[in-house]
């Protein structure tokens, strides 16, 4: 095995919040503030780190959005992609939250975890094919921030998913992109994935691998959602 990776994987594709950069955490700050400043007009509990986990983490921006609003039975018109962030729409509030995470990512920065830069380092030096697939628009901003730019070869993010008309996590579309985008077929390519939706989707795209990146404390649900492996750091594969 290479990189705690089985024989004939040669590229490995990564999701980026949770797995490369610590950014997840800002994203779940910007969401809870968003949906709590709309539950407390309409009455409604707090967003919890329960819904955030179960309706949220790892999907496309507005499928976020729809997920967690058909939860508490609240009902808004779709609008579109162009909607300011104040309006109560559901593409309204997905830009109301992305503002509000580039404000934080603007104020805070962004950080890699030192131990998934030595993984890319050292799967870059064994010769792999590396790509990153992340549901997030923001995905440029933070590999330049972060500065893991310079080990990718490949990008699919929220704005591919987009441009491309691709179903989001779960599903293994944006992860069947990366790997046609480094032109490998997906049994030759692994997943990391810290997200439930995303180990599903790297199971339902039959990969050669999927590595669970244990950042919430949930590693029997990352395995029991497909993850052949779960690591709480990548650098425990080195």
């Known amino acids: 095995m290479t990189l705690g990776l089985p024989d004939g994987i040669t590229a490995c594709l990564f999701d980026l919040d949770g797995v490369l950069t610590s950014t997840a955490v800002l994203h779940r700050r910007a969401w809870k503030r968003t949906f709590d400043a709309l539950l407390a007009q309409r009455g409604e509990p707090e967003f919890t780190e329960s819904d955030y986990v179960r309706f949220v983490d790892g999907r496309p921006r507005y499928d976020g959005v729809r997920e967690f609003l058909a939860s ?3 009902v808004l018109p779709e609008g579109d992609h162009d909607d300011p962030p104040e309006a109560d729409t559901v593409h309204g509030v997905g830009n109301r939250k992305n503002e ?3 404000e934080i990512i603007t104020e805070e920065g962004v950080s890699p975890y030192p131990g998934s830069v030595d993984y890319v380092r050292a799967a870059r030096d064994a010769g792999l094919a590396i790509a990153v697939v992340t549901s997030s628009a923001n995905a440029e901003k933070v590999l330049r921030a972060s500065d ?9 993010d929220g704005v591919t998913i987009v441009r491309d ?6 599903a293994p579309d944006s992860f069947l992109a990366g790997a046609r985008a480094l032109g490998v077929p997906p049994e030759r390519a692994a997943v990391f994935e810290d997200a439930l939706a995303g180990v599903q989707a790297g199971r339902a795209g039959a990969f050669g691998f999927v590595v669970g ?3 919430a404390d949930q590693a029997d649900a990352l395995a029991s959602h ?9 650098a425990e594969l080195l």
Do not use: S, T
Not at 165 to 170: A, Q, Y
């Open 226 to 234: 497909g993850a052949d492996v779960v690591v709480a750091d990548l």
């Open 165 to 170: 008309g691709l179903k989001g996590k779960p």
């Open 72 to 74: 508490r039975k609240v």
């Open 213 to 215: 990146v244990d950042r």
């Open 100 to 102: 509000l995470l580039e």
């Open 148 to 156: 893991l730019a310079q080990y990718v070869q490949a990008r699919v």
